[in-house]
């Protein structure tokens, strides 16, 4: 999946990209500013959730419920500095629990992750944005 688009068309790239998610794990990239909050908010409205969405940086993870009763996660990990302070928060138990986490700022932890992810990369290019989603697959 590759889309140019402009803000105002987020809602439409945010119901193609939850439908092409694949995993549990969703990480987002992209510099400062991008879009990538604007862009998870669009996607869990696709996901029935009727919370208020809000940017978790600085509590660093949000927990929503859907309309179904399932349980999503939004983390932050710009604040993040070593892998000692994901152990201290508890990070890879939520990795673990089956449930849906997008984790924004998820390449730095890119390299350590040991389960197949998603990652949706964005860009921003004059009046426009560009996403792009790379599967992940671990080799069994």
């Given at each position: 999946?590759?889309?140019?688009?402009?803000?105002?068309?987020?809602?439409?790239v945010a119901r193609v990209a939850a439908k092409e998610i694949n995993?549990?794990?969703?990480?987002?990239?992209?510099?400062?500013?991008?879009?990538?909050?604007?862009?998870?908010?669009?996607?869990?409205?696709?996901?029935?959730?009727?919370?208020?969405?809000?940017?978790p940086t600085f509590s660093i993870i949000n927990e929503y419920l859907?309309?179904?009763?399932?349980?999503?996660?939004?983390?932050?990990?710009?604040?993040?500095?070593?892998?000692?302070?994901?152990?201290?928060?508890?990070?890879?138990?939520?990795?673990?629990?089956?449930?849906?986490?997008?984790?924004?700022?998820?390449?730095?932890?890119?390299?350590?992750?040991?389960?197949?992810?998603?990652?949706?990369?964005?860009?921003?290019?004059?009046?426009?944005?560009?996403?792009?989603?790379?599967?992940?697959?671990?080799?069994?």
């Open positions: 999946m590759n889309i140019d688009y402009s803000l105002n068309e987020i809602q439409k995993s549990d794990i969703i990480l987002l990239s992209g510099e400062v500013g991008v879009g990538k909050t604007t862009l998870i908010k669009e996607i869990l409205k696709t996901l029935k959730v009727n919370d208020n969405v809000n940017s859907t309309r179904d009763k399932k349980i999503i996660y939004h983390i932050d990990l710009y604040r993040i500095k070593t892998i000692d302070e994901l152990h201290s928060i508890g990070f890879f138990e939520y990795l673990d629990s089956k449930n849906l986490c997008f984790i924004e700022w998820g390449d730095i932890i890119e390299e350590i992750l040991k389960v197949d992810y998603n990652k949706f990369l964005i860009v921003k290019k004059q009046n426009f944005r560009s996403i792009k989603m790379i599967k992940w697959f671990l080799k069994n």
